[in-house]
Every structure is written in structure tokens, then in C-alpha cells.
């Protein structure tokens, strides 16, 4: 079945520096993908997406770029803050796996001033 | 536009008693609606989804249930809650059709 494998957090990173956070995906369909926020105590938020092959996402500095012939979908972020620091959610959603959304299991960001 | 409301924010119930958390969204109709648990520092366990009034698809065979009475409304309930219960709850809706889902605020539930 459809699955979506993230890179293991937690990842800690000075303000300022790079992002990256990786994703793959298999499906058997045509998935439109997706990278969910979750900041402590909250629930989760649609960060950005991207439904066909070569779409990019993005949103409030990240970026994410639907690679079909690798089934990647990495975030980045040319610079972070530390507001950024939050739990990171890959996921994919297809229509022939019904109405469900498959996420990822989270990559936790710290961020330090 | 659209709004997603759950609630209690925090439950603390003890071992054996019975749980009802909801869930209602306004703003749009037909919704698929869902309901998530997620232990601390771990991801999303989809535990039951709707399509429709009365239709419920669950997940994970488990001492929960949940009711869709109305459209826009979803529950989640227990007859007897278990230690192992306590967890956060996490309610979400998605348009028909399209693969975004909205989440609620969360439920944080704590069985003693």
C-alpha cells in the first residue's frame, strides 16, 4: 500500500541556517503531497502541497518540489527562525486509496537563537 | 470560510469511565471527517473516517466508536476508557474529493 518515510528528528539547527527535511513516497496512483506544521499543543497545519509531478509548494519560506522520478518531496528553507521550531509532517493523499491521507511519522525541528 | 471546533481542550478522566469528545465544523457541508490520535512525541494513528451521515470507517479495533449524527458533526465515544487511553485526539475534515485535510485544536485526554 501507499507510504510516506521521513528523515528521523529530532534535527537542531542554528537560526539562520539551511533546511532540509526529506521525504520519499510509494503509491500506486497519482498522489498529490502535502507538508503539515505542528506547533506544541496544536494541531496540525497545511504548510504546503504540490498535486502533479514537477509542482512546487511553497509558503512563508519553504519550499518543497514534487519529484516523481525519485518519489521525493523534501522541505526546505533557505534561512530558519526560531519560530519555526515545530514538528514537520510529510503526507500524501490519493484518490485510489479512497478519502484517506497517509502521513509520515513527523521530524521534530529545534531551532536555537 | 471554513471553521473546525473540538472540544474539551483537556480531559482527565479516570480508568474505566465512559469518554465523549466532539467535533463540529461550520462553513462547508458534506465534509469527509476524521479522527486522529497521536501519543506524545509520536505521529498520527487514523482511527475513524466518514463520508457521510451514519457512515463510519474504523481503523483500529479498539474500545472507542465513533457517530457522525448530523453532517458536520463527529464523535468520538467510549464506553470504558483504558489507561492506555490517554493520548491526544486530534479531529480533521477534508473536502470531497480533494486530499487537504483541516485539523481541530486537539483534545488532550489523560487517563488516571
Known amino acids: 500500500g501507499d507510504s510516506v518515510t521521513q528523515m528521523e528528528g529530532p534535527v537542531t539547527l542554528s537560526e539562520e541556517a539551511f533546511l532540509t527535511i526529506n521525504c520519499t513516497y510509494t503509491?500506486?496512483?497519482?498522489?498529490?503531497l502535502f507538508w503539515y506544521v505542528q506547533y506544541p499543543g496544536e494541531g496540525l497545519q497545511l504548510l504546503l502541497k504540490?498535486?502533479?509531478?514537477?509542482d512546487k509548494g511553497s509558503n512563508k519560506g519553504f519550499e518543497a518540489t514534487y519529484r516523481k522520478e525519485t518519489t521525493s518531496f523534501h522541505l526546505e528553507k533557505g534561512s530558519v527562525q526560531v519560530s519555526d521550531s515545530a514538528v514537520y509532517f510529510c503526507?500524501?493523499?490519493?484518490?485510489?486509496?479512497?478519502?484517506?491521507?497517509?502521513f509520515g511519522a513527523g521530524t521534530r525541528l529545534f531551532v536555537k537563537a | 470560510s471554513q471553521t473546525i471546533h473540538q472540544w474539551p481542550a483537556t480531559l482527565v478522566q479516570p480508568v474505566g469511565s465512559p469518554l465523549s469528545l466532539e467535533c463540529t465544523v461550520e462553513?462547508?457541508?458534506?465534509?469527509?471527517l476524521y479522527w486522529y490520535r497521536q501519543a506524545a512525541g509520536r505521529g498520527l494513528q487514523l482511527l475513524f473516517y466518514?463520508?457521510?451521515?451514519?457512515?463510519i470507517s474504523s481503523e483500529v479495533p479498539q474500545n472507542l466508536s465513533a457517530s457522525r449524527p448530523q453532517d458536520r458533526q463527529f464523535i468520538l465515544s467510549s464506553k470504558k476508557l483504558l489507561l492506555s487511553d490517554s493520548s491526544f485526539y486530534l479531529c480533521?475534515?477534508?473536502?470531497?474529493?480533494?486530499?487537504?485535510?483541516?485539523f481541530g485544536p486537539g483534545t488532550r485526554l489523560t487517563v488516571t
Open positions: 503509491a500506486t496512483g497519482y498522489p498529490s
Open positions: 504540490a498535486t502533479k509531478a514537477d
Open positions: 462553513g462547508t457541508s458534506n465534509p469527509n
Open positions: 480533521a475534515w477534508s473536502p470531497r474529493a480533494a486530499g487537504v485535510q483541516y
Open positions: 466518514s463520508v457521510g451521515i451514519g457512515q
Open positions: 503526507a500524501l493523499s490519493d484518490r485510489t486509496g479512497g478519502f484517506k491521507t497517509i
